[in-house]
C-alpha cells in the first residue's frame, strides 16, 4: 500500500531535520579552528560541490538521458535569487551581526523565530492554510524548540542585536518559501545552485573581513558535513516542501535541535537536561498530532499552467503533443482547467484556496 504525500512529506521532513540536526554538534568541534562565517560558506560549498558530484553521476547514466524533472528556467531566476540573498546572504550576516550584541541565552531563544516566521509568512502572504488541529501541533513543536533553546544564564542584549536576530529568521523564513514556491522544479538542481550561491558570497565576504582558511582535515571535514547536512537534508527538506507546503514542513524541520542535542551526548560528551527532554516530548506530541491532522472539503481548482514531474490522477487530466512519452512520471509544460471537488489535502503548490 503507497504511502500518502503527507507521510511521505512527514518522513523526508524529519529525516531533512535530522540531518541538518547533526550539524550544529559537529560544527562545534570545527569551530575551534575556523570563524563561524567562514564555516558556514565551507557548509554550503560542501553541499553545492557534493550535489554537483551527483548531478555529474546522473548524466553520466547515458547519453541522451534526461532528468524527469523540471528543469529551472529564466522564470524561476527572481525566486532563485531570492532565496541566495535571503538565506545565504543576509540571513548569515544579520545573525552573526545579532550575536555580537546578544547573550548567549537570548541569542538561542530568537533564533527559534525563523518557525513561526515562515508558517506566518506561509499563512498570510503565500496562501496556504494551517487549520486548528495543525496549528496546536506546531505549537507544541515550536514549544519544545523554545524549550531546548532554553539554558541557564544571562538574559542579555540590545535593541540592535534583538532586531537582527529576529531579521535573520525573517530572512531565512522568507527564504523558506520561496524555494517552496520552487519545489516543483528538479530539488536537486535547486539546492546545487542555492547552496553554490550562498557559499561563494559567504566565502568571499569572510576573505573580505581577512578569515584565513583553516587546514586541511578541518576544510576537509566542513565540506563532508556541509554534502550531508547542507547539501542532502535540504533536497530532502525541498521535497517535503512539494509535499507539505511551507508551514508544515517548518513544523517538522524545527524538530532539528533536538536531534542535534541527542548527537552531543556521544559526541562532546553532553548530558540531556530535563528541559531537553521535556522538549522531545513536547516534539514528539507536535509530530503526532500533525501525522494525525486531516484536512477535506469541496474546493475548485482555479486555472493554473506550470511544469513538474507528475502522474496523470484527478489533477492531471491533459492531452499531450504528438512523440511525447508515455511513461509515468514524467514532466512537461501543462495546463489545470478549473476542477470542483472533495478529498484530503494540504497547502502544496496545487492547493492554495480560501477557506
Not at 242 to 268: D, H, K, M, N, Q
Not at 327 to 337: D, G
Amino acid at each position: 500500500m503507497p504511502f500518502s504525500p503527507r507521510v511521505k512529506g512527514a518522513v523526508l521532513g524529519l529525516s531533512a531535520a535530522a540531518l541538518f540536526g547533526v550539524s550544529a554538534p559537529v560544527s562545534k568541534l570545527l569551530l575551534p579552528s575556523s570563524t563561524p562565517l567562514l564555516l558556514a560558506s565551507l557548509l554550503y560549498l560542501g553541499g553545492g560541490l557534493g550535489l554537483s558530484v551527483l548531478e555529474l553521476l546522473r548524466r553520466m547514466r547515458g547519453p541522451g538521458v534526461k532528468a524527469a524533472e523540471a528543469s529551472i528556467g529564466r522564470r524561476d531566476v527572481p525566486l532563485l535569487a531570492g532565496v541566495i540573498l535571503c538565506g545565504g546572504i543576509l540571513g548569515p550576516v544579520l545573525m552573526l551581526l545579532g550575536l555580537q550584541r546578544m547573550s548567549g541565552v537570548a541569542a538561542s531563544l530568537l533564533l527559534n523565530l525563523e518557525g513561526p516566521f515562515t508558517i506566518l509568512l506561509a499563512l498570510w502572504v503565500f496562501g496556504e492554510h494551517l487549520g486548528r488541529s495543525g496549528a496546536l501541533a506546531a505549537g507544541f513543536i515550536m514549544a519544545g524548540a523554545a524549550v531546548l533553546g532554553f539554558q541557564e544564564g544571562e538574559l542579555r542584549g540590545d535593541l540592535m542585536g534583538m532586531l537582527a536576530l529576529a531579521g535573520a529568521c525573517l530572512a531565512w523564513a522568507v527564504d523558506n518559501n520561496l524555494t517552496q514556491r520552487l519545489s516543483l522544479k528538479d530539488p536537486l538542481a535547486l539546492v546545487r545552485i542555492k547552496a553554490l550561491g550562498s557559499g561563494t558570497c559567504t566565502l568571499v565576504l569572510a576573505w573580505m573581513l581577512g578569515h584565513p582558511l583553516p587546514g586541511a582535515a578541518v576544510l576537509g571535514g566542513a565540506l563532508v558535513l556541509g554534502f550531508a547536512s547542507y547539501g542532502l537534508s535540504i533536497v530532502l527538506d525541498a521535497y517535503a516542501l512539494r509535499l507539505l507546503g511551507a508551514a508544515r514542513e517548518a513544523a517538522y524541520f524545527a524538530t532539528a535541535p533536538f536531534v542535534g542535542a541527542l548527537v552531543s551526548v556521544p559526541l562532546l560528551g553532553e548530558r540531556l537536561r530535563a528541559l531537553d527532554l521535556v522538549a522531545g516530548g513536547l516534539m514528539a506530541t507536535g509530530v503526532m498530532l500533525l501525522l494525525r491532522e486531516r484536512h477535506g472539503h469541496e474546493h475548485t481548482h482555479a486555472t493554473l499552467e506550470h511544469e513538474h514531474l507528475h502522474v496523470h490522477d484527478a489533477h492531471h487530466q491533459h492531452p499531450h503533443p504528438p512523440g511525447m512519452p508515455a511513461a509515468e512520471p514524467h514532466s512537461h509544460p501543462h495546463h489545470h482547467a478549473p476542477l470542483t471537488h472533495d478529498h484530503p489535502h494540504v497547502s502544496d503548490l496545487h492547493h492554495r484556496h480560501r477557506h
